[in-house]
């Protein structure tokens, strides 16, 4: 059974830091070609953060770049988003996940930023 773990999220003003971490039972990272962070705020759908391949090859949405930072470390298997500069639109459940194929979802790490 996959699950997914995120966690690291709070509450932080804004400019502040946190870095998410996901980890997986059931489930080799390694194996996966690219792993996303996704995020939902209240009243809005998911979105896409950023993704990692396993290569290496990172994207982020625009409204991130320049403030995240998405790693993965296979060993480890884990996922990690730095996320720093951090403004109030950023607050939202943090969720990660395989880019196209969509295990489970795992109960996501809230973050809240304050103004």
């Known amino acids: 059974q996959v699950q997914l773990v995120e966690s690291g999220g709070g509450l932080v003003q804004a400019g502040g830091s946190l870095r998410l971490s996901c980890t997986g039972s059931?489930?080799?990272?390694?194996?996966?070609?690219?792993m996303a962070w996704y995020r939902q705020a209240p009243g809005n759908q998911r979105e896409l953060v950023a993704f990692?391949?396993?290569?290496?090859?990172?994207n982020y949405a625009d409204s991130v770049k320049g403030r995240f930072t998405i790693s993965r470390d296979n060993v480890k298997n884990t996922v990690y988003l730095q996320m720093n500069s951090l403004k109030p639109e950023d607050t939202a459940v943090y969720y990660c996940?395989?880019?196209?194929?969509?295990?489970?979802w795992g109960q996501g790490t809230q973050v809240t930023v304050s103004s």
């Open positions: 996940n395989a880019l196209t194929y969509k295990y489970p």
């Open positions: 059931g489930i080799i990272f390694s194996t996966i070609n690219v």
């Open positions: 990692i391949t396993r290569g290496g090859s990172i």
